[in-house]
């Protein structure tokens, strides 16, 4: 079966950095998505990777390796707006969106 | 570009009441939208794909009597919760997939629409 795995939750600092893993497994592979999503609203995209590596987007990054399944999701400078919850999502090769459960970002000041 | 519209954003009515949200692509053809529905602190969870000019394809679990879609055209797809009672309360997602598969975003997301049953 297809399966992505995040955390359910993490805590961090305001100004500090956090990494969100995302490990996948699914049939086939077309792309690797953040989203981020506040309490209430619907989710906002974050990025997209489809080759191994960074890519960079001002505080945000994210990181990927197909040949391990992982990636990552890199916030820094953390700021309290970046509470919120952050999903991961595979393409597969049928071209359907595979979500994960999402992590709950808390933000501390 | 790549604007989604979907519409009530919040609706509240009594138990028994059918209600139809509307999903549409304002710049874009979408062949394929979906619904997602979402309870308070849990995550997206996928009810059905709409495609358009045949029916839709539901979830397992998902009631297809209950929650009529419509996908009439390339850039509307319209969700109908029939007989609606407070389980039903929740809050609902439309996205919708460009046909031309432009830019790296797989889906565009409405801006949801909030459900209370009395």
């Known amino acids: 079966g297809q399966n992505i795995d995040q955390p359910t939750e993490m805590t961090a600092t305001e100004g500090a950095i956090v990494q969100i893993n995302c490990t996948y497994q699914t049939s086939g592979f077309n792309g690797l998505f953040w989203y981020q999503q506040h309490a209430g609203e619907a989710p906002t995209f974050l990025s997209y990777?489809?080759l191994d590596g960074l890519e960079e987007k001002g505080r945000f990054s994210s990181f990927l390796s197909r040949s391990k399944g992982y990636s990552y999701l890199l916030l820094k400078e953390l700021q309290m707006k970046d509470s919120a919850s952050y999903l991961c999502?595979?393409?597969?090769?049928?071209?359907?969106?595979?979500w994960g459960a999402g992590t709950k970002l808390i933000i501390k000041p | 570009g790549a604007v989604v519209s979907q519409h009530p954003s919040w609706v509240i009515c009594k138990s028994g009441t059918s209600v139809k949200i509307e999903c549409r692509s304002l710049?874009?053809?979408?062949?394929?939208m979906f619904w997602y529905r979402q309870f308070p602190k849990q995550s997206l969870m996928l009810m059905a794909t709409?495609?358009?000019?045949?029916?839709?394809?539901?979830e397992q679990g998902v009631e297809k009597d209950k929650f009529l879609i419509n996908h009439a055209s390339l850039t509307l797809s319209t969700l109908t919760v029939t007989s609606a009672h407070p389980e039903d309360s929740s809050f609902y997602i439309c996205?919708?997939?460009?046909?031309?598969?432009?830019?790296?975003?797989?889906?565009?997301f409405g801006d949801g629409t909030r459900l209370s049953i009395l």
């Open positions: 710049d874009f053809q979408a062949t394929t």
């Open positions: 990777n489809v």
């Open positions: 996205s919708a997939r460009d046909l031309a598969h432009r830019g790296n975003q797989p889906q565009h």
């Open positions: 709409s495609n358009e000019g045949s029916k839709a394809t539901y």
């Open positions: 999502a595979v393409r597969d090769s049928n071209y359907q969106l595979i």
